[in-house]
């Protein structure tokens, strides 16, 4: 009695727990498994129907992340992976393209594809848009199917990636960095942990309690959570089953604690539950920004050294922030809030003092925020 009075008191009186208890009562949840079916072919199984079902039995839903050339390679030899990916779609999971081969057309490593981080630059954009139109194509002719999400191998991408998605008609993106539109009508939405990478039975309990209390903190901050989980590494698991059962009672007890809050989702979907105007055409637009309040236009030069122009219209004054966001997710203020009257405003970007990388640039006011990235290159 005591404790529910507490609770009660807590209740009525804490503006901040009354605040989060109204606006994200709720978790969106989505499980994202990438490089699905990967080179290595002498780990068994090799179906994606296991976990498939083990999500399904407990109404989520799964977001592959599929190479569309591996239905060229051993992988598809006997046509399953084929079947498979067609079956999955009807059953109402997404199939994300994830790149085309996964291998960097200008280095030849794999860990990226559109941007090439060994000779720090990204591919042009005739380059992306071959490869990007060439999946789709793949996927289209073989599947049946035009994929709505891109996810770029090993997160690595640059603005050409976002301007050719845009282009072709892309809705949604999913990259590391912080969550909304990217680039025109583009919307991204990041990952938010990976638990599965090399899972034992020695941390198959600790991950498990770890990962709930992660799910329960971004909950109660963004109300919405991203597992992913990586091939090559839950083969393994899959042989003797430890991925399976992890994520078996990963989603029990989901279901357990949060029953009817809990809504399972592919990236896609997910994104349009956050995002009303996800997928909308073009002519959404200006009404989009003309309700942020604030539009972020492309930075000139792009990439640069030291410094680049980066200009912004404001349709009502607001006090705005700007700041960047590196690849690794750490924020970095470049200016504090201060306030900015109607009109477009530009101002000079010094990054002397950064290391060379992509950042996310961020513009935002008192009710939301622009983003692009930037290609700082000494
Ligand atoms: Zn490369
Ligand atoms: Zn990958």
């Not at 079956?87 to 057309?105: A, D, N």
Request: glycine share 6%; hydrophobic share 35%; proline share 4%.
């Amino acid at each position: 009695m005591k404790k529910l009075l507490l609770f009660l008191i807590i209740l009525i009186f804490s503006p901040f727990s009354q605040e989060s208890l109204k606006g994200q009562d709720s978790l969106i949840f989505v499980v994202r498994i990438d490089d699905i079916l990967s080179r290595n072919t002498s780990i068994l199984p090799r179906s994606i129907v296991p976990l498939q079902d083990t999500l399904a039995s407990r109404g989520a839903v799964a977001t592959w992340g599929f190479m569309p050339h591996r239905l060229f390679e051993s992988a598809n030899a006997d046509g399953n992976l084929k079947n498979e990916l067609i079956e999955t779609h009807r059953l109402g999971h997404e199939v994300s393209q994830h790149g085309y081969i996964h291998i960097c057309q200008i280095c030849g490593q794999s860990s990226h594809e559109m941007y090439c981080t060994y000779y720090n630059r990204p591919l042009s954009d005739d380059q992306q848009e071959k490869l990007i139109m060439d999946g789709v194509q793949i996927m289209v002719d073989s599947l049946g199917f035009k994929p709505t999400s891109f996810i770029p191998p090993g997160h690595v991408f640059d603005q050409t990636t976002w301007s050719v998605l845009e282009r072709l008609g892309f809705p949604v993106i999913s990259t590391a960095s912080t969550s909304g539109f990217v680039y025109e009508t583009l919307y991204n939405l990041p990952i938010t942990a990976e638990y599965t990478w090399a899972l034992s039975p020695e941390t198959y309990e600790s991950k498990l309690s770890e990962v709930l209390e992660d799910i329960e903190s971004e909950r109660k901050k963004v109300g919405y959570y991203s597992l992913m989980m990586h091939d090559p590494f839950i083969r393994l698991g899959y042989q003797d089953g430890i991925t399976l059962r992890w994520m078996a009672e990963l989603l029990d007890s989901l279901n357990h604690r949060y029953d009817d809050k809990v809504v399972y989702a592919s990236i896609t979907d997910a994104a349009k539950k956050i995002e009303q105007n996800v997928g909308t055409s073009g002519e959404f637009y200006d009404e989009l920004t003309h309700q942020r309040g604030i539009e972020l236009h492309s930075n000139y030069p792009n990439p640069f050294n030291p410094s680049t122009r980066v200009s912004f219209t404001m349709r009502f004054s607001d006090l705005v922030s700007i700041y960047i966001v590196s690849m690794s997710g750490q924020k970095l203020m470049i200016h504090p809030p201060q306030y900015y009257s109607v009109g477009t405003h530009e101002i000079e970007l010094n990054m002397a003092n950064f290391a060379t990388g992509n950042y996310l640039l961020v513009v935002e006011n008192s009710k939301n925020r622009a983003s692009r990235m930037i290609s700082f290159v000494k």
